[in-house]
């Protein structure tokens, strides 16, 4: 039996087959719970701290929700209202909240920041995301998955396009040889995957009955796949001058109706969010006046269309967040 009690959960390569399995079926009962208005406040007289060294919608929503459904209290620190970082080193502020709360939520930049609170804080510390993984989206993205190809994903193919050395991107990766689903980064070779977690991932797949592999071919890479993914093309923290240079690389890789129709028909479209599909947000219409491009990622029509899941996938974030709290949270 799986117990995941006390334990962080700061990647996906920390997690067995059966780990991710079992956060996978809690999610879809805490879901159900969700749906039914069935009370599920199992964590009572818990609390926990939300730290955000970056901006966030959906994964400091999913905390905060997902704990006060759990009965626990949440403290949200936003970028600029703790001392971390400034006058205190992360090892202090994880030994301070480590005796308030009974679990730590970190976004931030370098995953070796998230990794000393876990080792001093002496509760669970959940990534809610570094420049190098964003675990608990993954989880999202595959019950999602889930649900659309009635839990039957071994053998499916999920297909990353754009820059595939993101957080989301290696994250997938990683879950994809886990769960016996074949994963393809298609992007260019300046925008794939470091060739380490590459070789980790394949052996992974290779022991679960499915494939890795990296292409700059679209037509190779989403012919017949069951999941087209993307994410912005530019992530947070990284400099404004990169823009450019992005499009430039990235442009062949958008997700537009013709790579959608290259894919299996009850094929689905998955974006972690935010997503730059109009130019109806402020950064949007900054980009589309500097660089005369109305898209990015993914065209409108793909974004909106049925085949899109984005917003179910949205949703999941609290689902499966409530059940990475659960298991590592119950005594
Ligand atoms: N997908 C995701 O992590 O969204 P936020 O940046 O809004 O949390
Ligand atoms: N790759 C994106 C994901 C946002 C949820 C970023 O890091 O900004």
């Not at 905060?64 to 403290?75: C, F, I, K, Y």
């Not at 997938?172 to 994963?183: A, D, E, I, R």
């Not at 022991?207 to 912005?232: F, L, Q, R, S, W």
């Not at 450019?244 to 479209?269: C, G, N, Q, S, Y």
Request: charge should be negative; proline fraction near 3%; hydrophobic fraction near 40%.
């Amino acid at each position: 039996p799986v117990n995941l009690s006390g334990r962080p959960f700061l990647r996906l390569l920390d997690f067995s087959t059966e780990e991710i399995d079992y956060l996978l079926k809690l999610s879809k009962n805490f879901k159900d719970l969700k749906r039914t208005g069935t009370p599920h406040r199992y964590l009572e007289g818990k609390n926990i701290v939300l730290l955000f060294q970056k901006t966030s919608t959906r994964t400091r929503c999913a905390f905060e929700v997902g704990a006060m459904d759990l009965g626990m209290g949440v403290t949200y620190l936003d970028p600029g209202s703790s001392q971390m970082g400034k006058k205190e080193s992360i090892e202090d502020t994880a030994r301070v909240l480590g005796r308030f709360y009974d679990g730590i939520e970190f976004r931030g930049f370098a995953q070796t920041d998230v990794e000393d609170l876990a080792a001093n804080a002496g509760v669970p510390v959940w990534n809610g995301l570094t420049t190098e993984w964003h675990p608990t989206q993954m989880l999202a993205d595959i019950l999602t998955v889930q649900e659309n190809f009635n839990y039957d994903i071994k053998g499916k193919t999920l297909v990353f396009m754009g820059d595939a050395a993101n957080n989301v991107a290696r994250s997938l990766m990683v879950v994809c040889s886990k769960l016996g689903m074949n994963f393809v980064a298609c992007g260019p070779k300046e925008n794939m995957p470091d060739a380490e977690l590459v070789e980790t991932c394949t052996a992974i797949a290779a022991e679960n009955g499915c494939t890795v592999k990296c292409t700059d071919d679209v037509a190779e890479a989403c012919t017949g796949a069951h999941v087209i993914y993307t994410d912005v093309w530019v992530s947070m923290g990284e400099p404004d001058e990169v823009w450019a240079e992005r499009i430039k690389h990235l442009e062949k890789f958008r997700v537009t109706k013709e790579v959608m129709a290259m894919a299996d028909p009850e094929a689905i479209f998955l974006h972690c969010l935010p997503a730059f599909h109009d130019t109806n947000t402020t950064i949007g219409a900054d980009i589309a006046e500097r660089f005369g491009v109305t898209e990015m990622e993914v065209e409108d029509v793909v974004f909106e269309s049925k085949q899109s899941k984005v917003f179910d996938e949205a949703e999941n974030r609290m689902h499966t967040i409530k059940a990475v709290m659960y298991a590592t949270l119950c005594g």
